[in-house]
């Protein structure tokens, strides 16, 4: 179908909330605040150097954020984007993020509404000096009822819902074209900034991950800190058609979640960064109510799979606002594998490590 006749996003919001009664005008109306947001990043992002935020430009904040992290300025910039984009329209009661230490109450004299923000504003922003695609991840949940009623300040309380109470899901992808892939809880799909006009088109409807796959997606300088089950996984996989998977895969790393996720929704594979041994004080890296529930409820409304490696991610009540997790997501027979692997009696030993000590001499 010729670009020009695909549907825009309003309209495919208009369309959804024909067939679904959540889908309010409210909602629909907070979810293209969020894209005019992701349009103003991605517009941010392709200045690059000439927009005076990156490289010898000013790359990094003189800051750290909640997570211990030096903020690059178009982090700031894109925290700073979402904010604006959707505080003043009357839809929200609150919002979260990963740049901001506690919950952002919307300002007085705009509206409160009915729905709680979570996001990370530019997921993979370490990548943004040597041009990798970045992006944005989302995630609406409902208020609390007595939030709405009573007028009560906004509390991080609020935002502790488990995933499968998410509203809608969704990321931004800043790649050679801006993407937004889309839930709202009846499937997933993609549309493609057309920047001719400005808008969002539906270029990807109803995308489905596929079960099988052969590349997997993994931090390998890590290999030494993994958890046995996570070992065993990649070294059956590393060990191609001769050993037990009796097929090669491809090991690919991007270190840009988003991109990651994204090419997993395009063809498939697998995404771990599992709980591991490096700081035994954080049960996982990636932040459970802005990163892996979005990417969790996108993932699974396509036919994919998120997990813990132990249990489902959208089932755990998170119980602070920046909590870690370890996160395992994408075709979902490789995902049910690994979760079978933590489930089985740790006998695997590691005859087969990633990177072994080897001499070129033979004796």
């Known amino acids: 179908m010729p670009l020009s006749q695909r549907a ?16 309010s005008g409210d909602f629909n109306a907070l979810i293209l605040d969020i894209a005019i947001a992701c349009k ?9 150097a000439l927009g005076g935020v990156l490289g010898n430009h000013g790359g990094e904040q003189a800051s750290i954020n909640v997570q211990g992290e030096t903020q690059k300025k178009l982090d700031v910039i894109s925290n700073e984007v979402f904010m604006r984009a959707t505080e003043w329209g009357g839809q ?55 939030l709405i009623d009573s ?41 493609t900034l057309d920047p001719a006009i400005g808008e969002f088109k539906l270029t990807h409807p109803n995308i489905q991950v596929p079960p099988d796959t052969q590349e997997f997606a993994i931090n390998a300088s890590n290999s030494r800190f ?31 979640m988003v991109a990651d996720a994204h090419r997993i929704m395009m063809r498939g594979g697998v ?25 969790g409820m996108v993932m699974e409304q396509a036919g994919g799979r998120a997990s813990t490696g132990r249990e489902p991610v959208l089932g755990i009540k998170p119980t602070s606002l920046h909590q870690r997790i370890g996160l395992v997501f994408g075709s979902r027979n490789e995902v049910e594998r690994i979760e079978r692997y933590h489930a089985e009696p740790d006998s695997y030993r590691d005859t087969n490590p990633l990177f072994a000590e080897r001499s070129l001499f033979r004796d």
């Not at 609150?94 to 997921?123: C, H, K, Q, T």
């Not at 995404?271 to 990417?295: Q, V």
Request: aromatic letters at 10%.
């Open 8 to 23: 825009t996003l309003t309209r495919f919001l208009i369309e959804e909330r024909r067939r679904y009664p959540d889908a």
């Open 40 to 48: 103003a990043i991605a517009r941010a992002v392709a200045s690059g």
């Open 92 to 146: 929200l009661a609150g919002m979260a993020s990963e740049e901001m230490d506690d919950p952002y109450p919307i300002p007085e004299g705009y509206p409160r509404g009915n729905y709680l923000l979570v996001f990370d504003p530019l997921d993979g922003s370490s990548n943004i000096d040597v041009n990798v695609s970045v992006g944005s991840i989302f995630s609406i949940l409902r208020a609390p009822q007595d």
């Open 151 to 191: 007028g009560r300040p906004l509390a991080a309380e609020d935002f502790l819902q488990p995933g499968t109470q998410q509203m809608a899901a969704g990321y931004a992808l800043y790649g050679p074209a801006t993407m937004l892939v889309l839930t709202v809880g009846s499937g997933v799909h993609g549309f």
């Open 226 to 256: 993994w958890e046995s089950p996570v070992k065993r996984y990649v070294d059956e996989c590393l060990a191609g058609k001769t050993g037990p998977r009796a097929k090669d895969f491809n090991m690919r790393w991007i270190a840009s």
């Open 271 to 295: 995404f771990m960064y599992p709980r591991d041994t490096k700081d035994p004080s954080k049960p996982g890296r990636l932040r459970l109510l802005y990163e892996a529930n979005p990417i």
